[in-house]
């Protein structure tokens, strides 16, 4: 929840401008709602860039004031949909239950979800945040087909490494990264699990970027405060 329209804007416009023209990187912006519609024009027709809403409702339709459901942001042009971020599940307690019902309306409105899982520092003390990040990924996303898990995106978010003062290794960040693949693996199959994007979100910046993309099975980054930076953003987009 940051930038009011003008500074959104201007920020987006100066990130298209230092992108390269021959930029293979796939780049996806993920505004706050009411930017939505505005930056899918301004990125329309652009190679390798893409629109995400930060959320969807749980619901269909109805009567959920405030709320804004997947077919409203698909039919605003929207390609992505971010779920269960680490700060959705802290500040507003939702559930691997919850997330399950969200990741069907998605899939139903044909968006793309950038699904999120993370363990906390006490897991990882507690030696438990293998299990954890199995349960959060299976309960709620192994209902899906194989073919509707194409339209999966595993972002990993180390909590514990976001904002702490604590760093996550290339290692650890691997070593966490190779688990997922072979926790998707062992549900769909190698194929599915070699196809499957899994980005880092844990204080991904330019310092750190190319180390931690060069992992094996690190595809990418759900980069956050990095991301504020024209700047910074670019060049985290050109680490790979």
Not at 27 to 43: E, I, K
Not at 91 to 110: C, D, G
Request: net charge negative; charged share 20%; with cysteine.
């Amino acid at each position: 929840m940051n930038l009011n329209r003008s500074e959104g804007i201007e920020l987006v416009n100066e990130v298209l401008k230092m992108i390269p023209l021959e930029n293979k990187t796939h780049v996806v912006f993920a505004p706050s709602f009411v930017y939505l519609s505005q930056l899918v024009d301004t990125c329309a027709n652009i190679e390798n860039i893409f629109v995400a809403s930060q959320d969807c409702s749980v619901n269909k339709n109805g009567a959920f004031t405030g709320e804004v459901s997947s077919e409203m942001i698909a039919s605003c042009g929207v390609n992505y949909v971010l779920l269960g971020h680490s700060e959705r599940r802290t500040n507003f307690r939702e559930t691997n239950e919850l997330l399950k019902l969200k990741v069907q309306q998605a899939i139903v409105n044909h968006l793309e979800v950038i699904f999120c899982c993370g363990e906390s520092l006490q897991h990882r003390e507690d030696g438990v945040h293998f299990d954890w990040l199995k349960s959060q990924i299976s309960e709620s996303l192994f209902h899906l087909s194989p073919g509707e898990f194409a339209n999966i995106v595993i972002a990993y978010e180390p909590i514990w490494a976001i904002g702490t003062g604590v760093t996550a290794s290339s290692e650890q960040a691997q070593e966490i990264h190779a688990f997922i693949r072979d926790v998707l693996a062992d549900k769909y199959g190698t194929d599915v699990a070699e196809s499957t994007s899994i980005l880092y979100g844990g204080s991904c910046k330019p310092s750190n970027a190319k180390e931690l993309f060069s992992q094996k099975d690190i595809d990418g980054g759900l980069i956050g405060g990095a991301s504020l930076n024209a700047a910074d953003f670019v060049s985290i987009t050109q680490s790979f």
